[in-house]
């Protein structure tokens, strides 16, 4: 099983660009330039980001470096033991919601502290790619067209995060084990 | 929202600093914390160009309004309100596929124009519809088939394997994403 998976896993970013490649060739489609043509927007977007990494940066590592992670942390310690969730990664089942570039910032630390193919660094790295944030996407969503009540929105997607969340533990320590 | 989070965040945080005495932990964060995001979004601007160059490709061959065709049928069952023809449907899938491919930030515009288009059908200008709320749940559960900056950051931190976790992540998300759209028909009734 595991085996099979790795190999899908290897493969899929190879696969992807040389399908979008051969069936763009196909198609007639100018591939090098029209690359360049998109490519160049990576670089409006990155500085377009920018304001926004700075502000959640800003804020995250005040609420961290101060100590009131850890503390809000130690509320989720007994039902994270619970699912078998390791106390390092349980800042970021917190952070993951309000902050993305928070939360990656997060999982590059418990990567680089705890080593990428430790435990707890695949199942940060996988709870970092199973969810969105989620304020920070529905203040844009909502906020660019207007809608002020968001119904069961909030529910439903911290419902999902928390279930994200557990599957992740569960599928790491099944698989990694 | 997001503003009295950010609001809150930084003046709990100042006051578990003064208890803590860390204040002085505080100058340090305002000076690299801030120097970190403008490197942090520098770095990551090589592969949003690769990405959104390949999206343009795949977008200019019709691969993305193919791959929209074919979870056509899927659409009707999670979105039965938004009308068979409406251009509501074709910026919902450009969206996912967008996502799938860890394009966030194209993904983001389509997504906006998506969310434009679900808005011309309410009635209620102000107020979330059942489409809408799903079509966030959705996107928020995140439908991405390649985590490309985690995959970055575990080579970075000298990963064995960087793609090892692509497996868990998709079966985590497969599971994260069927439980939002459950709870979503659950409770859009009210």
Sequence with gaps: MYKILNIISIVSIPLMITIILIYGYIKGVKLYDTFVEGASEGFKTAVKIMPYLIAVFLAIGIFKESGALETFSNIFLIPGRLIGLPKEVIPLVILKPISGSGSLAMVKELVHTYGADSLIGRIASTMMGSSETIFYTMAIYFGAIGVKKSRHTLTCALISHLAGVIAAVIVCRMIFN | ?190
């Design chain 2, 1 to 190: 929202m997001i503003n009295i989070i950010w609001f809150c965040m930084i003046i709990i945080g100042m006051i578990f600093a003064v208890i803590n005495g860390k204040l002085d932990m505080i100058n340090q964060v305002v000076l690299e914390n801030t120097g970190e995001a403008v490197t942090f979004a520098i770095g990551l601007t090589g592969i949003m160009a690769t990405w959104l160059g390949l999206m343009r490709i795949a977008e200019k061959s019709g691969l993305i309004k193919s791959v929209g065709k074919a979870i056509s049928p899927l659409m009707r069952l999670i979105f039965p309100e938004i009308p068979k023809n409406h251009p509501a449907n074709g910026a919902i899938v450009m969206n996912i596929v967008a996502n799938m491919f860890g394009a966030g930030n194209s993904a983001t515009a389509l997504g906006l124009k998506a969310m434009d288009e679900l808005q011309k059908l309410n009635k209620e200008k102000d107020r979330a519809t059942n489409a809408m709320s799903m079509f966030l749940v959705l996107n928020m559960s995140s439908v991405q088939l390649i985590p490309l900056t985690v995959l970055k950051v575990r080579s970075d931190a000298g990963s064995l394997n960087p793609t090892e976790i692509i497996a868990t992540t998709l079966i985590a998300t497969g599971i994260s994403t069927t439980i939002g759209i459950i709870s979503c028909k659950l409770m859009e009734r009210k």
